[in-house]
Every structure is written in structure tokens, then in C-alpha cells.
């Protein structure tokens, strides 16, 4: 991240769009075709969420969304943010397409919550757009001219195997990570993992001698070994593969 203050960025190469800035926050328009149905509006662009498309339940009911045929992943989740429900439901889809100014994105999941809360609830905007398609791009946002500009970098590609479960890095406050996330019926649920269970070590090692790049990886690797204590201090042994879910 850097600021730009006495000269011009180098927008170069760059896409050029609108940019409605106020209050610290950017929103841009964006466009979502799922099951045949185009879904367009303004998105709230949010650097500290780690999903893609993630809807408003509002959203979700003005369009309909709950109702498009197509599978469904449904994914129960922890939420640790301030002003959030302790556990909700996420129901994932796979888009048709995601289309960002003149770039279109594939091989991209979207996401809404039926019973949206905080920044997914009754919103003055379609939704929220998180890292899953900001990685993908270089940013520049000048908030002045209300103007964003993105370059891509990193090309689509088809989705990586799953293992049926998230988990969050607190290696600063307990002994490893926790699990936040599982998907209904995954492969991880029926081994037996639960939400609030703390993991040891993976394949052997330790979670505190992992990198964050090395931790990012482990989502590629076609098995994992886990070493793991429960909420009520249970130790626990499962092995797992991963599994294609679309």
C-alpha cells in the first residue's frame, strides 16, 4: 500500500472507472450473471473481507437470488467481527460470469447470507467485493476525482480442489488455528472436525513454523494430516483429501 501525495500515480495500462468515494469507502459498479440471471449494481469494495462477491440479503431477495436453479455449497461460519452474528449459514454458487469494467472474470464463486447482518443486511448496495477478486488486480483509488483504476496480473483459472473447511491463523493469542468454517456434508465434517477446534500441526509440522505463503499453499496439497486439540481439550487425529465440490 502506498499513498500518493505530491505527484501523480502512473495509471498507465489501467482501467479507468467510476469511483463513488465518501465516508473512506469506495464503491464501483459491477456486474454478476449466475444460473442466467444478470445481477448489476454497486458494490461496496472491501480489502479486508477474503471472499469474492458476497451479497446483501436485501440483495438477495430483490433479485431473487435464493431461487436461481444451480448447486449450492453451504458453508456454517464463525464470525469473529464486531456486531456479527456468533454463527450463520453462507450458501456459495458458482457465477457465469463476473464482469468488472471491461474485464470479465470466470471461475468465480459468489456468495449471500439469508439472514445478512451488519454489512450484508439492508445495504444501499448490492454487495460486497473481497479479495478473492481484488488479488487478481493492481489498485490505484483516487478518491478526489472519484476515479479507480485496476490492472490485472493474475490470469483465471479453474478452482483448486476443496477440503470442506476454513480456519483462522491465531497463532498470536492460542496454539495454532482455528477452525471457523465447515461445508455441509464435506469430506472434513464427516471425518469429524468441528468448528472451534484448534489445529496442531499439518502433516507433521507445526502451524506456528508455517509461513503465511506456506499456509496459503496448504489449499493445494492433495492430503492433509491434522493434529488437532477440541474446544473441550479433546486431541483428535484426522487425515483428509482434498475433493473437487463444483
Known amino acids: 500500500l502506498k499513498q500518493y501525495i505530491s505527484r501523480q500515480a502512473n495509471t498507465e495500462g489501467y482501467m479507468d472507472l467510476p469511483n463513488n468515494y465518501e465516508n473512506d469507502r469506495s464503491k464501483l459498479e459491477a456486474e454478476v ?20 462477491f458476497s451479497f446483501t440479503s436485501k ?11 444451480g448447486k449450492r455449497l453451504y458453508l456454517d461460519m464463525a464470525n469473529l467481527g464486531i456486531g456479527d452474528k456468533s454463527l450463520e449459514t453462507i450458501v456459495e454458487m458458482m457465477s457465469d460470469y463476473i464482469l468488472i469494467g471491461s474485464d470479465t472474470i ?21 454487495g460486497i467485493i473481497g479479495n478473492g477478486i481484488w488479488d487478481k488486480f493492481n489498485i490505484i483509488i483516487d478518491a478526489k476525482k472519484q476515479k479507480l483504476y485496476l490492472r490485472r496480473h493474475k490470469a483465471d483459472k479453474p478452482l483448486d480442489k476443496k ?9 498470536d493469542i492460542c496454539q495454532g488455528w482455528i477452525v471457523r468454517g465447515l461445508y455441509r456434508n ?9 468448528i472451534g477446534d484448534t489445529i496442531i500441526s499439518v502433516n507433521g509440522r507445526d502451524v506456528k513454523n508455517y509461513t503465511w505463503d506456506e ?7 492433495p492430503r492433509q494430516e491434522l493434529n488437532i486439540i477440541s474446544a473441550s481439550g479433546k486431541q483428535k487425529y484426522i487425515t483428509l483429501e482434498a475433493k473437487e465440490y463444483w
Not at 440483495?59 to 436453479?69: C, L, N, S, Y
Not at 477440503?163 to 497463532?171: A, E, I, P, V
Open 33 to 52: 450473471q449466475v444460473g442466467g440471471k444478470r445481477i448489476h449494481g454497486w458494490f461496496l469494495m472491501d480489502t479486508g473481507s477474503g471472499s469474492t
Open 106 to 126: 470466470r471461475y468465480t464463486e459468489i456468495e449471500y447470507t439469508p439472514e445478512g447482518i451488519g454489512a450484508l443486511g439492508d445495504r444501499p448496495y448490492l
Open 215 to 221: 499456509e496459503d499453499d496448504l489449499s493445494k496439497f
Open 186 to 194: 464435506s469430506a472434513a465434517c464427516e471425518a469429524g472436525l468441528e
Open 163 to 171: 477440503y470442506g473447511y476454513s480456519w483462522q491463523n491465531r497463532t
Open 59 to 69: 440483495a438477495m431477495k430483490d433479485f431473487g437470488i435464493d431461487k436461481i436453479d
